[in-house]
C-alpha cells in the first residue's frame, strides 16, 4: 500500500483538502470519522471512556458529548492522557483496517491531524502532506468555523506541533493562503505528481 499521510494545524483547511482528494477518486481513512464511529451510542469504547468520565459526558443520544470532553481534558493534560490512552489504540486498529480495503488503490490517503504530534502512524506512510497556512489564517477560519474566541484558538495552537516543526518533518507542503478553487489546482497537481510516484514505483 501507498499511504500518504495528510496532516495540518486547526484551521489550515484540511477537511477542505479531503474532500478534494475524495473528488479525484482517492480512498481516504479519516482518523476524526473513525473516532466519531467509535463513541457512537453503544460502542465498547464508549462505554469505557464513559466508566471512567462520568455519565455527564452523554449526550441525550447516547452518544459521547464531544464538546464538553474536550473542554475538560484541555484544562487537565492528565485526563486527555487517559482519553488517548483508551480511544488512539482503537483508532489506530480500526484505520489499519480500513487501508487494507484499500490495498489496491494506486495509493490512498490517511487524514490525520495529530501525525507529527507521535509516530504511531509514521511507520505505516510513504509520504506526509501538510496543509499549511499563515497563522492569522488559521484563527479566522476557525473563529468563523467553529464560533470560538481568539483566545481559545490562540490556547488549541499553543499545544499542537508548532508550524514550524510541521513543515520541518513534512515531506510535501500545500499552501493554503488563498481561496477553494487555488487549493483545488494545487491538490490536482500534488495527486497527480503521487499517482506517478506510485506507477514508477511498481
Known amino acids: 500500500m501507498f499511504v500518504v499521510g495528510l496532516t495540518g494545524g486547526i484551521g489550515s483547511g484540511k477537511s477542505e483538502a479531503t474532500r478534494i482528494f ?34 455527564e459526558f452523554l449526550l441525550e443520544n447516547g452518544e459521547l458529548n464531544r464538546k464538553a470532553i474536550s473542554r475538560k481534558i484541555f484544562a487537565d493534560s492528565a485526563l486527555r492522557l487517559r482519553l488517548e490512552a483508551i480511544l488512539h489504540p482503537a483508532i489506530y486498529d480500526k484505520a489499519l483496517q480500513e487501508l487494507a480495503k484499500n490495498s489496491q488503490a494506486p495509493y490512498q490517503i490517511l487524514a490525520i491531524p495529530l501525525l507529527f504530534e507521535g509516530t504511531r502512524y509514521q511507520p505505516i506512510i510513504q509520504r506526509s502532506l501538510l496543509i499549511d497556512c499563515d497563522a492569522s489564517l488559521q484563527i479566522s477560519r476557525t473563529m468563523q468555523r467553529s464560533s470560538l474566541p481568539e483566545k481559545t484558538v490562540r490556547d488549541i495552537m499553543a ?44
Open 22 to 55: 475524495a473528488s479525484l477518486g482517492v480512498p481516504i481513512v479519516d482518523v476524526d470519522v473513525i473516532s466519531h464511529q467509535l463513541t457512537a451510542a453503544g460502542q465498547p469504547i464508549l462505554k469505557e471512556i464513559i466508566a471512567f468520565f462520568g455519565e
Open 159 to 202: 499545544i499542537q506541533v508548532s508550524r514550524e516543526v510541521r513543515r520541518a518533518l513534512a515531506s510535501d507542503i500545500v499552501e493554503n493562503n488563498g481561496n477553494i478553487e487555488q487549493l483545488r489546482t494545487k491538490i490536482t497537481k500534488i495527486h497527480e505528481n503521487y499517482i506517478h510516484t506510485c506507477i514508477v514505483s511498481e
